[in-house]
């Protein structure tokens, strides 16, 4: 089906559903990440994504080569969402550099509760190649977030890789952070799990003041 003179092709799906050439890849990173969700790393195909997209099955890999490639690509739109949703939580927090990086590690945990798979896959899979620049970028913003955020609190401005100092501090706080989280996800939390949203988030942001140097 060809459009007005001067516009890309658009695609018709299997089920008759029209795409612009640019929105096909937007529409398969949606239904990736659906397909994530319900089926985990284990159980993720491109057979499973096209169908949910309504696309034939070969669609996907004109965009993203195979399910690996796939995954990073939803992988690099992790990382973003990730990163805006610590922001998300310090635009609601106090400006002191201290609550700031409490609100980055509550937004940090609500980004892993509410996304597990999508968290496991960044966090613990080899199937994303981190050599893609689009995902090595995502990657590194979120790891320049949360530099920027603890040297706020201690005052160094050393780069880590060169200041041993910071470097022990930003992994410190990262630690924390990832540790809850990925207990939480696991399910071995469960007196925190279990809680309403409300007093979960203040049961956590305790024990994140506890640890942070006074």
Do not use: C
């Amino acid at each position: 089906m060809t459009g007005a003179p001067g516009k890309k092709t658009r695609r018709l799906s299997d089920a008759g559903r029209p795409y612009h050439h640019g929105e096909l890849a937007a529409a398969l990173l949606d239904a990736a990440g659906k397909e994530l969700a319900e089926k985990g790393i284990e159980g993720f195909s491109l057979r499973g994504v096209a169908k949910r997209a309504g696309v034939s099955h070969a669609a996907p890999a004109h965009h993203f080569r195979d399910a690996d490639g796939l995954l990073t690509a939803l992988a690099a739109r992790g990382f973003e969402r990730f990163v805006a949703r610590q922001e998300a939580f310090r635009r609601k927090a106090r400006p002191a550099p201290r609550e700031q990086l409490v609100a980055s590690g509550l937004g940090y945990l609500a980004f892993a509760i509410e996304n597990p798979a999508l968290f496991r896959l960044m966090f613990g899979s080899r199937r994303p190649d981190f050599a893609d620049g689009n995902l090595s970028r995502a990657a590194e913003a979120a790891f320049d977030d949360l530099v920027v955020q603890v040297a706020r609190v201690t005052g160094k401005r050393g780069p880590p890789g060169r200041d041993r100092s910071a470097l022990i501090d930003v992994s410190a706080a990262w630690a924390l952070a990832h540790g809850l989280a990925d207990l939480m996800v696991a399910g071995r939390l469960p007196y925190l799990t279990d809680l309403p949203e409300a007093a979960r988030e203040q049961a956590i942001a305790a024990i994140i003041r506890r640890a942070l140097p006074p």
